[in-house]
């Protein structure tokens, strides 16, 4: 299984020391693009994005979490520490599916 992670500088030095090719990305548009020629490539399963990569670009995010079922978005926190805005996974089925856990 291939992994991708698309990140800030730090945090993709620090996954390419563990064997993940990833791509650093310092605008909104950087990361439109780079999650884009990842989906269209089809070459990473799991794509990983750091809290806050994935707040710039929600939409793109959410629309492949909720439309598609490959690849797998994953959200880890940044340098920074976890984003409290980050909705977690009873939020995220409760918005996918309208089911109550």
């Known amino acids: 299984m291939k992994y991708f992670v698309i990140a ?16 650093a990305v310092h605008s909104a548009d950087q990361a439109r693009s780079a999650l884009a020629q ?6 990473a ?7 806050d990569i994935a707040h710039v670009i929600a939409d ?8 598609s079922s490959t690849p797998l978005v994953v959200q880890i926190p940044g340098p920074q520490g976890p984003d409290p ?14 089911v109550m856990l």
């Open 45 to 51: 399963a799991i794509i990983i994005l750091t809290d």
């Open 38 to 43: 990842q989906v269209a490539e089809r070459k």
């Open 60 to 67: 793109e995010v959410n629309r492949l979490r909720f439309e």
């Open 85 to 98: 805005k980050r909705p977690d996974l009873e939020a995220l089925i409760r918005e996918a599916m309208g």
């Open 8 to 23: 800030d500088h730090d945090t993709v030095l620090g996954f390419r020391h563990a064997g993940v090719q990833g791509q």
